[in-house]
């Protein structure tokens, strides 16, 4: 089965610093997401990388940055949190092909739940 | 540009009976369509997929989706809910002419189940 870990369940930061949130897959997908969930809006996609050292704004990249510089590890970058980045973050992985040569859908981690202070 | 529509925030059912979640979405053609379910506390797990051929799809843990495509939509189906069904619950779809396999989620439906 795919792996997508992210290192922290939950972490608690101030305003201000600069957080960094990782994410593992261990499928050697090509594809990594990072998305922000938050009550009544659903996830979001923040950004998203199709190989390594690529990467491509989603829809809320402000006041984001990524990094890839290897395959299985892709991290979200706030630059100086803020109270409205207090969200739930997953990361996904995917490949655009599998064995079977099919299109596969996005394998999720179990979240952070990060909060500012 | 795809939107998805999950018209029900709450919706509370009954240990046993049946249950309906309703999906449209908006786009030109047929995208990729999935089900995905959010237990509490954890990530987000596939259901089902549609990607084409036979507009029944089965899925994990009993469920199932039926693909319309006159009304835009994709409605997930159970036909006995159990109290562990009690979870967030998001449609999605994708543009299969896309790149990256973006997909585009739904505001999420979240199912109670009562006694």
């Known amino acids: 089965d795919v792996k997508v870990t992210q290192s922290s369940r939950y972490l608690v930061k101030r305003t201000g610093e600069k957080v960094f949130l990782e994410c593992v897959q261990d499928?050697?997908?090509?594809?990594m997401f990072w998305y922000r969930q938050d009550p009544g809006l659903g996830l979001r996609l923040i950004y998203f990388?199709?190989?390594?050292?690529?990467?491509e704004k989603g829809d809320i990249p402000e006041g984001y940055s990524v990094s890839r510089e290897k395959k299985e590890r892709f991290s979200l970058i706030l630059e100086s949190a803020s109270t409205n980045q207090t969200s739930m973050y997953l990361c996904?992985?995917?490949?655009?092909?599998?064995?079977?040569?099919?299109?596969?859908?996005?394998?999720f981690g179990d979240g952070t739940r990060l909060s500012i202070l | 540009a795809q939107s998805v529509t999950q018209p029900d925030i709450h919706i509370t059912v009954s240990e046993g009976a049946s249950l309906e979640l309703r999906c449209n979405y908006s786009?030109?053609?047929?995208?990729?369509l999935f089900w995905y379910v959010q237990s509490p506390g954890q990530g987000l797990q596939l259901l089902l997929k549609?990607?084409?051929?036979?507009?029944l799809v089965q899925g994990i843990k009993g469920f199932e989706a039926e693909f319309k495509r006159s009304q835009s939509s994709f409605n997930l189906r159970k036909p006995s809910v159990h109290w562990s069904d009690a979870a967030e619950y998001f449609c999605?779809?994708?543009?299969?002419?896309?790149?990256?396999?973006?997909?585009?989620f739904g505001t999420g439906t979240r199912l109670l189940v009562s006694p």
């Open positions: 499928m050697d997908h090509e594809n």
């Open positions: 990388s199709y190989d390594v050292k690529m990467k």
């Open positions: 996904a992985s995917s490949s655009p092909r599998d064995r079977d040569n099919s299109n596969q859908p996005q394998h």
């Open positions: 999605a779809v994708r543009d299969p002419n896309g790149s990256f396999q973006k997909l585009v």
């Open positions: 786009y030109g053609a047929t995208p990729y």
């Open positions: 549609y990607f084409s051929g036979d507009t």
